[in-house]
């Protein structure tokens, strides 16, 4: 945590949520919302990736919000498979950022339930950039991007991603011509490529300012 950081709480569909806001220095460019890992295999909002996306975020000038699903720290409700976890992050943009410039991020499961919420959200909302890391197409059903999404959009994923492999999210990529970014060597967590991670974000994030 640093001084820029505020804990919150909003009302979701299941009760509580849980949430952190990290804010740039100066004028706020827009809010970020960013996604944490599956919630029964350890997943909150202080995963390490997740604070690298917060990170670059802030860096950029964009205020980022993190928060837990149902179920995790103080937030309320129960694991939902992602249906109420989608629920819960669109109830969160409604409260904390209902207008103005808006990004989505998420880490593994995290990036299943931004893509779900995307489909309600781009016709509504101006979607400035997306960031999806390490995305659960092994385990979920994650849809197809909106073809206009492609170019504000970053995916990353690890060469050896033993949680979800490569060629899982290449699949899923393939039929969209959705390009992806492979970090060789790295694994699921982006352990000792924190920093690589978080300069690809910046990366994207600046480009076409």
């Known amino acids: 945590m640093n001084i820029h950081t505020k804990k919150l709480e909003v009302a979701g569909p299941a009760g509580r949520i849980q949430v952190q806001r990290d804010q740039p220095e100066g004028e706020s460019r827009g809010t970020a919302v960013i996604c944490h890992p599956h919630p029964l295999f350890g997943g909150t909002m202080d995963n390490k990736v997740v604070q690298t996306m917060a990170r670059a975020f802030v860096l950029c000038g964009w205020t980022a919000l993190r928060f837990n699903f149902r179920g995790v720290g103080t937030s309320e409700g129960a694991y939902d498979e992602g249906r109420g976890e989608t629920q819960d992050m669109l109830a969160l943009v409604e409260a904390l950022a209902p207008a103005?410039?808006?990004?989505?991020?998420?880490?593994?499961?995290?990036?299943?339930?931004?893509?779900?919420?995307?489909?309600?959200?781009?016709?509504?909302?101006?979607?400035?950039?997306?960031?999806?890391?390490?995305?659960?197409?092994?385990?979920?059903?994650?849809?197809?991007?909106?073809?206009?999404?492609?170019?504000?959009?970053?995916?990353?994923?690890?060469?050896?991603?033993?949680?979800?492999?490569?060629?899982?999210?290449?699949?899923?990529a393939r039929p969209q011509f959705l390009p992806v970014t492979v970090i060789p060597g790295v694994e699921h967590f982006f352990h000792g490529q924190l920093p690589l991670l978080k300069n690809l974000v910046v990366r994207h994030l600046r480009a076409q300012e």
Request: net charge negative.
């Open 100 to 172: 103005g410039p808006l990004a989505l991020a998420g880490f593994s499961f995290g990036s299943f339930v931004t893509v779900q919420a995307l489909q309600t959200l781009w016709t509504a909302r101006e979607i400035e950039r997306i960031v999806l890391v390490g995305t659960a197409a092994s385990r979920f059903q994650v849809p197809a991007l909106p073809p206009e999404a492609h170019e504000r959009t970053l995916v990353v994923h690890g060469e050896v991603d033993d949680t979800v492999p490569l060629a899982s999210v290449m699949d899923w």
